[in-house]
């Protein structure tokens, strides 16, 4: 990687994202863009409209200087007025950035109740692979679970993960949508017809999930696979996150609606609100 996008709103939570991007930043030999968005929609943006917002600017990127010279990281401050996912995408194009590092923190105005989180829109509209940062553990990862539903948008997740935490052990998971649990609950059994059904879709979810591992840069390294029925992707790829020790979830952010993968897009949105474990998420 050459640059890393990493956004600041000066919170705690966007701090764990900065420190991770900084971290990484110094692994790869990537240089490191801070940004701060100063949102003329939220309530901050409208404060510093009386202020003066230049003022305001000039103060966010001495703050922003402040960091990278804490962390010890080879960088460039932004400040700049707009609201924070367009602004965002904007410097990541400018600066040919390769991955952008969010903090999962929401700014609680009324805009963004009806629009959504910052994370959220960032990865509906951007090309590039967002690093959703959940937690404290530390940069190298060392061990990723790659959710794959067989979509374009999922095996560029994956590969961007192998080539960026190659040293991690991965764990490359498909949870084919089979609501056996649905089926048991309103007839007291699964039936034979339907265990035979459920039984088709585990093989081709097998053969489905072995055509994709050979589609992507592993070389001869030996991979832990996980095939699992469910009802509910996005409770499955956690809970078997969680159970394999993963400190990383890698995953595309839409699926393709089939009989076998999982449909992934809700999941991601879902996992957003849900998860403890840091996200890679790529969309196109």
């Known amino acids: 990687m050459k640059t890393i996008v990493a956004a600041s709103d000066f919170s705690p939570e966007s701090a764990v994202a900065v420190n991770k ?10 240089r490191l863009a801070l940004l701060h968005a100063i949102n003329p929609r939220g ?58 590092a969010l903090g999962d923190h929401v700014e609680f105005n009324i805009g963004d109740l009806l629009l959504g989180t910052t994370a959220r829109h960032t990865i509906e509209l951007s090309s ?3 690093l959703v940062v959940k937690n404290e553990s530390p940069i190298p990862y060392k061990r990723a679970m790659i959710a794959a539903d067989f979509s374009e948008c999922s095996a560029k997740a994956a590969k961007f993960a192998i080539e960026t935490f190659g040293d991690a052990e991965f764990v490359v998971f498909n949870a084919y949508l089979a609501p056996s649990d649905i089926t048991a609950s309103y007839y007291g059994a699964i039936t034979n017809e339907a265990s035979s059904m459920l039984e088709t ?36 790829i956690l809970e078997t996150a969680r ?29 957003l609100r849900r998860s403890d474990i840091d996200m890679l998420i790529a969309r196109r």
């Open 43 to 100: 309530f901050f943006g409208r404060l510093f409209s009386q202020i003066g917002v230049e003022a305001a600017l000039d103060e966010s990127k001495k703050r922003l200087r402040s960091i990278l010279e804490s962390l010890g990281a080879e960088g460039e401050a932004i400040a700049l007025e707009g609201a924070p996912s367009e602004t965002i995408l904007k410097v990541a194009d400018e600066k040919n950035a390769d991955l952008i």
């Open 243 to 271: 159970s394999e020790n993963c400190d990383l979830i890698v995953m595309g952010a839409k699926g393709i609606e089939s009989f076998v993968p999982m449909m992934i897009g809700s999941s991601v949105e879902s996992l």
């Open 128 to 130: 590039l692979p967002i």
């Open 21 to 30: 991007a900084a971290a990484l930043a110094k692994l790869s030999g990537a």
């Open 201 to 236: 879709m585990r093989s081709e979810a097998i053969s489905a999930l072995d055509s994709f591992l050979k589609s992507l840069p592993f070389g001869d390294r030996k991979i832990r696979t996980i095939v699992r029925a469910s009802a509910s992707p996005s409770r499955a």
